[in-house]
């Protein structure tokens, strides 16, 4: 049977591992954000448009699978627990 010293430090380790992964997936995001946004402006600067198009339905998909990243993190990242 668990002690609870050994329960308190498997759920910091959980704790941290989580802070972690929630690090790691926020810097997706902001890696995607941005490539997304270097697209956008290459849409903006050039003259064809069948590449601007492409260009800024590219960009649009990127924001849209961002946004949804966005959300499942921040809907399955746990709150801090509660100071004691």
Known sequence: M???????????????????ETTVNQSAVT????????????????TDTTTAAALTALSSTI????AGLATAVTANTPAAPAAH
């Open 2 to 20: 668990a002690t609870q010293a050994d329960i308190a430090a498997a759920l910091a380790k959980v704790q941290a591992d989580v802070a972690a």
């Open 31 to 46: 890696l995607i954000t941005g490539l997304a946004a270097q697209i956008a402006a290459l849409a903006a600067s050039t």
């Open 63 to 66: 924001e849209a699978n961002s």
